[in-house]
């Protein structure tokens, strides 16, 4: 991550959810922003919203950012080169092998262009539901080639680290690779998953609860925007659904059997899956470290040891009690995240509990 | 639903998170609460969050609450009519039909058992992730048989209305054909999508975004109870399950042919189903209404206009703006609840708005 600051003006090219977040982050920033987009109503709305200016278009941006439909995403990174023949020009589609493939053919790519694809989004689309905060710890990566100029890979790193994200650089052809898996076939299974919905009696959606909303919120994402995404990533995302198509074969044939054994392998290995995923602003998966404490044989002393646990601010993950009939008091074992660990012992010795190693 | 109270003393078998979160949910209330678990530590901490007494057992509980794993659920139902033989009993599992057969087979089926499945549930386990407004707003089956006694059925309504969930009558079948669809096939896949991320290298998962992990939070649930579950339920998953593996072929196919059309109409019947889960608290999908206002053609009208629509606390869930080049002003369409157009109609005018029917 560099400390530069991004230079302006910036233009943003399409005032989508996307692009109106990206331009609400540089003008909080105080960089001189201009947001266009073919529809106007979108461009004003989200210029209205602290996105910068959508009555003029700046002379010579040092940064042009297309937040346009993959579709037309080469065309207008083209364009953005062409027209500003000193600028920076990025953007922010989901595929990126793609539109370098569309620059090449037409003798259009240039140093100057470097890619980037923040990894956040929404079920909501347009400049309404944008917010300058939208990338707040989100990684946001950087698919530069090596004959790119170092300043524009800068400015786009800048751009990034403005809009508080964490920049993963990468290759495209890795990219599209990696969001296949993190981001593509997580939308399809969840489109796929809600459409199963459509066949059930509305007494049965009833009792509809968090889970199948959690698992189903991104298939409300507009279904033009990713058949575009779909289409200019097949090869990566048909591969990994015939993958996972195996696995339910697997599964059905499970079920059928009655091998509970084998659907439990199955369900840890998404339990797996999960722990993979890296917490918020790339760090790893939470460790754990046990704090014992012991713990007087009376009522209500487990309740004032968590309560003041919680005055700690420390989140219990597992506790665990050891009962000793010949002991008056019982060792209780506090399992925390690990960085807390002794600011929790720390605090509970102050409060009057006898803490062990 | 009923407006009687919850008779106790009430006994909760099995302190893990929803047995310790009914059991907090009724001391909170008031209600004379006992919690039991096998293990001591579990019942414990429930009881110390707020769960009521883990010292001691009623002599002659008015209800009891079984909230025990799926395996031993039947054994436990019947244990419970059993010891406690004036008891109504109820229980929160996630399958239905299957213990009301076991109690049928051992012959200890009783008139004061009613079942019931609270849609709530986290990817967290036991007492210490349980919380007494667990349940609010939540659906929460209410499975009885013909030949329940009414007082039995009256008594677990009001358990459910205690809890701030919403009641929903229906036979054990039919209970199970539907969570099979909103409960177990979005968990599987859940479990299939994580389980895909063990393939990918270290430095793709950095592009985990928020999409990844909401398709996959259930999946970090508790492989051995949702082993039992899904057996218990394996007819209407298996169903389901092909039916899903069905689409994912057309999709690997429409995919593979770079056919579009198809791949955007799977993806809208997604949207389709998402638009089909109805709101908390039971309630219908969201219904918009158009509110019109004139806004002088000046800059930064359009924010005012959002900013007295926020003040108004409505939420704007689209815009659309109608340029008139012969108008002073453009009249700007806003989409908001239907029952928060008028309310946001007045607000405007008394801010000086023109508001347009």
Known sequence: MTAEAVEGPVLVVGAGLIGASVAMALTRAGVDTYVRDID????????????????????????VVVATPPDVLGAEIARALRTYPSAVVTDVGSVKSE?????????????????????????????????????????WAVVSRPECDRAAVDQVTALVALCGAVAVPMSAQEHDVAVARVSHLPHLIAALTAAQLGGAPPEHLALSGQGVR????????????????????????GALLASLRDDIDEVVESLAAGDAERVEKILAAGVEGTSLIPAKHGGPPLALQVVTVAVPDQPGALAKLFSDAGAAGVNIEDVRIDHDPARAFGLVELSVAADAAAGLGHALTERGWAVHG
Do not use: C, K
């Open 40 to 63: 106007t109503t979108a461009a004003q709305v989200a210029a209205s919203r602290g996105g910068g200016s959508a009555d003029r278009l700046p002379q010579d941006p040092a940064l």
């Open 99 to 139: 539109p370098v493939r569309q620059l090449r053919e037409a003798g259009a790519l240039s140093s100057r262009y470097v890619g980037g694809h923040p990894m956040a989004g929404s079920e909501r689309s347009g400049p309404l539901a944008a917010a300058a905060d939208l990338f707040d710890g989100r990684a």
């Open 214 to 237: 959690d698992v189903t919120r991104i298939a409300g994402g507009d279904p033009r925007l990713w058949r575009q995404i779909l289409t200019a990533n097949a090869a990566a995302v």
